[in-house]
DNA sequence: CAAGCGTGGCG
DNA sequence: TCGCCAAGCTT
């Protein structure tokens, strides 16, 4: 008899401490999944969990959210960050119906093609909602397995090919315990082997690990350079956006010129928020979210006779 | 491939 | 207080 692999340490580990998120719940449908894994994309899991449910309260199936508008979907978004993948979101439900008749599809080239799909979340999506056998392998699992495998104290930056590899080589063979591994994956990577205090006495593998039986190198300093903010122009498209997703319909260029004086930043936010299908404008003095009411003006009653 | 893209809570 | 960070994607 074998001693427990990998995969088998940290799954069982899982069952036993893993947090209870709706996302994860028995019978979630794909949709829900690829909209959790779309929301989590950089913002914590406190703040997704009330915006989730909203979410699919209002659009259960992609084909509900493809009959809203782009500027309905960016006011449920709330204040989760990046509301591009808001817009994302709804064009992958129109993609959906288009391309798969309402279903998210579950092959992971049909699933890569989804706007705001990338290589994370199609096998997150093809994993959890399928229950296919790929690596899913996020910033958390990077650092699990390069600690872990590797016996270094940090991974690199963003996904590299190597790193589907080495993940896919800790996969049992089973999909459904492959899909397991790799939600286990992710867990111990958010909660346990964080990167900044990773809380060992509470590992599953501490006895295996190869960067705790190496001296636990301290992890460098930050990999990513410090991501300014305030000044930047994305405060500024925060500042745009909170005002048109605050108001209904048309916003008065007046009341956008006053959330910033340079304005030749605010010009050009404005511009990037355009340019990102976010905002649009109505006339030569307005502006709105985008479909926030018809997509064009009424068409002119004929001119009375007489 | 590095840079751009939001937001709010926490050490 | 304020810098740092949190399940990436796109160009």
């Not at 719940?25 to 989730?52: F, K, N």
């Not at 999909?175 to 990773?198: D, I, K, Q, W, Y």
């Not at 340079?262 to 050009?268: E, F, G, H, K, S």
Request: with cysteine.
């Amino acid at each position: 008899m074998t001693e427990p692999t990998f995969a088998a340490l940290v799954s069982r580990w899982y069952t036993e401490n893993a947090r209870d998120l709706p996302w994860r719940a028995p019978g979630v449908s794909p949709w829900a999944v690829l909209v959790s894994e779309v929301m989590l994309q950089q913002t914590p899991v406190a703040r997704v969990l009330p915006a989730y449910e909203a979410w699919l309260a209002r659009w259960p199936v992609p084909a509900a959210l493809a009959e809203a508008s782009p500027a309905e979907a960016i006011r449920v978004w709330g204040r989760l960050g990046y509301p591009r993948r808001a817009v994302r979101l709804w064009e992958c439900a129109v993609a959906i119906v288009e391309r798969h008749g309402g279903k998210v599809p579950d092959r992971l080239e049909q699933l890569l093609a989804l706007p705001g799909v990338g290589t994370y979340t199609a096998r997150a999506v093809a994993a959890f909602a399928y229950g296919q056998r790929h690596p899913v392998v996020d910033t958390n699992v990077r650092r699990v397995v390069c600690r872990a495998v590797a016996g270094q104290p940090d991974a690199g930056p963003a996904t590299r090919p190597a790193d589907l590899v080495a993940t896919e080589a800790l996969l049992p063979e089973d999909p459904a315990a492959a899909a397991l591994a790799s939600a286990a994956f992710m867990e111990l990577g958010a909660v346990v082997c964080t990167a900044r205090s990773p809380l060992c006495h509470r590992c599953p593998v501490e006895t295996i690990c190869a960067w705790r039986a190496s001296g636990q190198e301290a992890p460098a300093g930050p990999t990513r350079r410090p991501q300014r903010y305030a000044g930047t122009d994305r405060q500024v498209r925060g500042l745009l956006l909170g005002v048109l997703r605050e108001a209904t319909g048309p916003v008065p260029r007046q009341r956008l010129d006053a959330v910033w004086t340079d304005d030749v930043q605010r010009a050009r936010a404005l511009d990037g928020l355009v340019r990102d299908g976010l905002v649009e404008p109505v006339d030569a003095d307005s502006y709105r979210l985008v479909g926030d009411g018809p997509s064009r003006p009424a068409v002119p009653l004929p001119a009375l006779p007489g």
